[in-house]
C-alpha cells in the first residue's frame, strides 16, 4: 500500500547522495518560510543572518586588537596598552550583546517552526483518516517497513529537526562568512614561505599559511568522515529502538488489568527486556563509534592550537613579524582552521540531523501515500437511506472477502447481520463508515449517523467530556446528560460528571458499552450502526438498552444497523442479513445474503 520503504531503511538512507539528502531536508524545510506565518520566519532568519555577520565583523575587530595589543606588551608601551584594554571592553560587550540576541532569536525561530511543523503534521496525521490507516497498513505484506511510531516523529523528531536545522544552517553560514573574512587576513599576514627544491634553487609560496589551513582541515575532514559515518545508520536505528521501547511500555500500562487478571507480568518483562537490551545495544554500539570520532577530534582541535605558531615561528625567529603579528597570525589562523573544520566537530549531530530528516521524510511519503482515497470506492451523503451499490471487501493481504454485494436500508428499518467469525462483519462496518481501504463500491450514508465500535474510545478527563465525545460537553445541559446515563442503565455515574479520570481504564467492558450507548442516546441520531455493541452485557441489561436504541433512531424517522453474534438480538430487529460461506474459486469467500428471522 505504501512504497516508502527505501526511504525509511537506515542501510539505504545511509548511502543517499549529498544532493538527494539535501533535496529531502529542503522539501521538509520550504513549507514553513511558504506558509502564512513567512514573514514573521523570514524576518527572523533575516535578522539571525545579520546578527551572524555582526558577530563575525566583530571577531574580525577582535583579530586586529590582538596585533595592536600585543605589539604594545612587546614595545612596552604602557599608554596604548590601556587603550587598548578600553577598547576590547567595548568590543566585549558589543560582542556578547550580539551573542545572547542571536541566541535568543535563534531560539525564538526553533520554537516557532516546530509549533508550525507539530501543527502541520497533526493535522495530516488526523485527517483522512491517515493514523487509522497507516496503523491498518502494518497487516499487509511489507509492513515491517512503514514508518514506525509516529508518536515519535511527530514529539521527538520534529523538534530535532527544527533545532538542528536552525543550528547547522546557522553554523555552516557562520563558517563560510568568517572563512570569507579571515583568509585574506591571513593570507597577508603569512608573506611567502620559500622551500628549497632538490635540483636547486627554491619555490617560494605566497599566503603559505592559508594554505597550511586548508590542507590540515582537508585531511582532517576526511578523516572524521571515514570514522564517523557508521553513525548515520546507528542514530537512525537508536531513536526507532527507543520508540519501540516506549510503545511497549505504554501497552503495558493501557492493557494493565488484562496482563494482571493473565498473570503476564513475567511475560511483559521479557518482552520489555529485549526491547531495552536492543537500545542498550545499539546505544553502545553508537557510543563506540562515538568514541572514536572524539578520539579524533579532539586530537585535531588539540593540535590546531600549537600548529600555526610551529609553522609561523621560522618567521617570528627570524625578525620578519613580531609578537603582536605572531599572535594576530594564530588567531586567523584559528579562525579559519575552525571555518573548514566545521564538518569535524559537527559530524555527531550531523549523524543525528540526517537520521532524523530520513526518518520525517519516511514519515512525509507514507502520510502523502494515505491521503489519498481508494480506487474504486465512493462514499456519498444520503437524505434518506443507507444505499450501498456494489460494494466488494477484501482483506490487507489482497484475500477478497465479501462478494460484491448490493444494500439498502430505508428509514424504519432495523437490520441484523450475523455470520461466523472471521466473515467480515466488522470489516463491512468499517466499509459503510467508509474507514475500510480495501474496500470497492459506492457507499451512501446520511449526516445524521452514529457508529458504536467494538472497543468505544474515551478521553480521559471529565465523565461529561467523555460521554459527549467528540462534540464540546457545553452543547448539553447537565439533566439530558444525567438522563442519557440513567437510561443506559449507568445511574451510579450520573452525579459523577465532573470527576476525571481514565474512564477506558477505569470503567470495565459492559461500562464502556453501555456509556457508548448513552453517548447515542444523548445525542439522538436517526442513524445507528452498531458492531457487537452489547456483547459485554448480560441479556436484560442488552435487551433494555437495545430496546431504547431502536426507539431512538424510530422516533428520529431512521433505521439502526447491527452486527451481533448473539441469537437474542433478532427480536429487536425487523430484517437479517447472513454472511453466507461460499467457495473462493468463485471470487470471495463469503456472500451477504438477506435470511428470514428466526420464529
Known amino acids: 500500500m505504501i512504497d516508502a520503504s527505501s526511504r525509511t531503511d537506515p542501510t539505504h538512507s545511509s548511502h543517499q547522495g549529498l544532493l538527494s539528502t539535501l533535496r529531502r531536508i529542503g522539501a521538509l524545510t520550504a513549507p514553513y518560510f511558504r506558509s502564512d506565518q513567512k514573514w514573521r520566519a523570514r524576518g527572523l532568519l533575516v535578522a539571525i543572518v545579520l546578527l551572524n555577520l555582526g558577530a563575525v565583523y566583530m571577531l574580525v575587530q577582535i583579530n586586529e586588537w590582538y596585533r595592536v595589543f600585543y605589539d604594545a606588551l612587546q614595545n612596552k608601551d604602557q599608554a596604548v596598552f590601556w587603550q587598548q584594554i578600553v577598547r576590547f571592553c567595548w568590543l566585549a560587550l558589543i560582542f556578547i550583546v550580539i551573542a545572547v540576541y542571536k541566541f535568543y532569536l535563534t531560539q525564538i525561530l526553533q520554537l516557532r517552526w516546530r509549533v508550525w511543523m507539530t501543527d502541520h503534521y497533526l493535522q495530516r496525521w488526523l485527517e483522512n483518516k491517515a493514523f487509522y490507516r497507516l496503523e491498518l497498513a502494518r497487516y499487509t505484506p511489507g509492513s515491517e517497513r512503514l514508518p514506525d511510531n509516529p508518536d515519535q516523529r511527530i514529539q521527538e523528531d520534529l523538534n530535532l529537526f527544527t533545532t538542528y536545522t536552525v543550528t547547522l544552517s546557522m553554523g555552516i553560514l557562520n563558517a563560510l562568512v568568517t572563512l570569507g573574512s579571515f583568509v585574506g587576513i591571513l593570507w597577508t599576514l603569512s608573506g611567502s614561505l620559500s622551500v628549497p627544491l632538490p635540483g636547486g634553487g627554491s619555490l617560494e609560496i605566497a599566503g603559505y599559511m592559508v594554505w597550511a589551513a586548508v590542507l590540515y582541515c582537508a585531511v582532517g575532514s576526511a578523516i572524521a568522515h571515514w570514522i564517523g559515518k557508521p553513525q548515520v545508520g546507528l542514530n537512525f536505528q537508536q531513536q526507532m529502538l527507543e520508540a519501540n521501547f516506549r510503545h511497549h511500555l505504554i501497552r503495558v500500562r493501557e492493557y494493565s488489568e488484562a496482563i494482571a487478571l493473565d498473570t503476564g507480568e513475567r511475560v511483559e518483562r521479557r518482552q520489555l527486556d529485549l526491547r531495552f537490551a536492543d537500545v542498550m545495544n545499539n546505544y553502545l554500539r553508537l557510543i563506540r563509534s562515538q568514541k572514536n570520532l572524539t578520539w579524533f577530534s ?75 482515497e481508494a480506487e474504486g470506492f465512493e462514499r ?148 445507528v450502526l452498531a458492531d457487537e455493541a452489547t456483547s459485554a452485557l448480560d441479556e436484560p441489561a442488552e435487551a433494555t438498552v437495545y430496546q431504547r436504541l431502536v426507539d431512538t433512531v424510530r422516533r428520529a424517522g431512521g433505521g439502526i444497523v447491527s452486527i451481533a453474534h448473539r441469537s437474542t438480538l433478532g427480536e429487536h430487529h425487523g430484517r437479517h442479513w447472513k454472511l453466507q460461506p461460499q467457495d473462493p474459486a468463485d471470487g470471495a469467500a463469503f456472500r451477504l445474503q438477506e435470511a428470514q428471522p428466526a420464529g
Open 298 to 372: 579532539t586530537f585535531f582541535a588539540q593540535a590546531a592550537v600549537i600548529f600555526p605558531l610551529v609553522v609561523a615561528a621560522p618567521r617570528f625567529f627570524s625578525g620578519a613579524i613580531q609578537l603582536g603579528q605572531l599572535m594576530q597570525i594564530n588567531s586567523a589562523f584559528g579562525r579559519v582552521q575552525d571555518s573548514l573544520s566545521w564538518l569535524v566537530d559537527n559530524y555527531m549531530t550531523l549523524a543525528t540531523w540526517k537520521a532524523t530528516s530520513d526518518r520525517l521524510s519516511g514519515f512525509e511519503d507514507s502520510l502523502s501515500a494515505q491521503s489519498v
Open 380 to 527: 456519498t451523503p444520503s437524505d434518506s437511506a443507507i444505499d450501498a451499490s456494489a460494494i466488494s471487501i477484501g482483506l490487507p493481504n489482497g484475500r477478497a472477502l465479501l462478494a460484491p454485494t448490493t444494500l439498502h436500508v430505508a428509514p424504519g428499518d432495523s437490520v441484523l447481520v450475523h455470520g461466523p467469525s472471521g466473515s467480515g462483519k466488522s470489516s463491512l462496518f468499517r466499509t459503510l463508515a467508509g474507514i475500510w481501504p480495501h474496500a470497492r463500491g459506492k457507499v451512501a450514508l446520511p449526516k445524521d449517523t452514529m457508529f458504536i465500535p467494538q472497543q468505544p474510545y474515551f478521553p480521559d478527563g471529565r465523565l461529561r467530556d467523555a460521554l459527549a465525545y467528540p462534540e464540546p460537553a457545553e452543547r448539553y445541559d447537565d439533566d439530558a446528560l444525567r438522563e442519557a446515563l440513567k437510561q443506559a442503565l449507568l445511574p451510579q455515574l450520573a452525579d459523577q460528571l465532573d470527576r476525571k479520570d481514565a474512564w477506558s481504564q477505569k470503567l470495565s467492558g459492559g461500562e464502556r458499552q453501555r456509556l457508548a450507548i448513552a453517548r447515542v442516546l444523548l445525542k439522538k441520531p436517526a442513524w
